[in-house]
Every structure is written in C-alpha cells, then in structure tokens.
C-alpha cells in the first residue's frame, strides 16, 4: 500500500521542470519538509534531480496532506526560477538535521568535557562575590 497518492503529474516544458501534486495519506501534521521530498525522490525514483518542496497544506479535518513539488534536472536553473527565501529555508533545514545528527553521535564523548567546566564554575563564582564587597566599602 501506498502512502502516496499522485493527483497530478505535469511536465513544464516552458519552465524545464516537473510539478508533481500528491496526497499524502495518514500523516497530517506529522510530515516535515526534507520527509515528503524523501518520500517523492523514492517513489518517483528522482535521483540525481532537485526536487523542491513548493507546498505541504494540511487539509482541517482529514489525516491527509497535499504537496507540491518542482523537479529540476539543473539546480541553477532552480535557483533562477524559485524565491530565494525557499532555498534558504531548506538550507537551514538540513543544518539543523546535521547538527542533530552529530549530537546522536557523539553525546558520550562531550558528556566528560562538560563536567569538567562544571566543577570550576564555583571556583570562579567565589571570587566574583568577594569582588562586589570590595568596592562597597
């Protein structure tokens, strides 16, 4: 069984791209941006080729979700034709993805280096409030 469901797949000769509009059964408000571009490069079989997400609406009352996507064999090409704002915003996406990748992977090897800094902060925090009296006086 499918989770995706192909409402309507065009080829935009004009703009050299392919927009595809799917239905994604079962997964509203659980679907993320870089999720349902993983799901359309698979089902679609889309190696290689830059698929943007343009649109994922939640519809009110239903578990499903409707995404539109643009397929570009050539990424300056994408770049010209779509707001640089969307490009950005998937760009900082898979930052984030990676910085929490890297933390999975190595929370035992930072887990020693933060005690450390822990067990001098209150050797430093008792000159600091000797420093204030001080000037009081």
Do not use: W
């Not at 990748?101 to 280096?113: D, F, L, V």
């Amino acid at each position: 069984m499918s989770v995706i469901q192909t409402l309507s797949d065009v080829n935009n000769t004009f703009l050299s791209r392919r927009e595809l509009t799917c239905d994604f059964a079962g997964l509203g408000g659980k679907l993320k941006n870089l999720e349902a571009v993983d799901m359309v490069t698979k089902e679609f079989k889309l190696d290689g080729k830059i698929v943007i997400p343009m649109r994922l609406k939640t519809h009110v009352g239903m578990s499903k979700v409707t995404g539109i996507f643009y397929v570009y064999d050539d990424e300056g090409l994408a770049k010209k034709h779509i707001n640089p704002t969307i490009f950005s915003r998937l760009e900082k996406t898979k930052a984030k993805k990676a910085e929490a990748e890297k933390a999975e992977e190595a929370p035992a090897e930072e887990a020693p280096a933060e005690e450390a800094p822990a067990e001098e902060a209150p050797a430093e925090e008792a000159p600091a409030e000797e420093a204030p009296k001080e000037k009081t006086d």
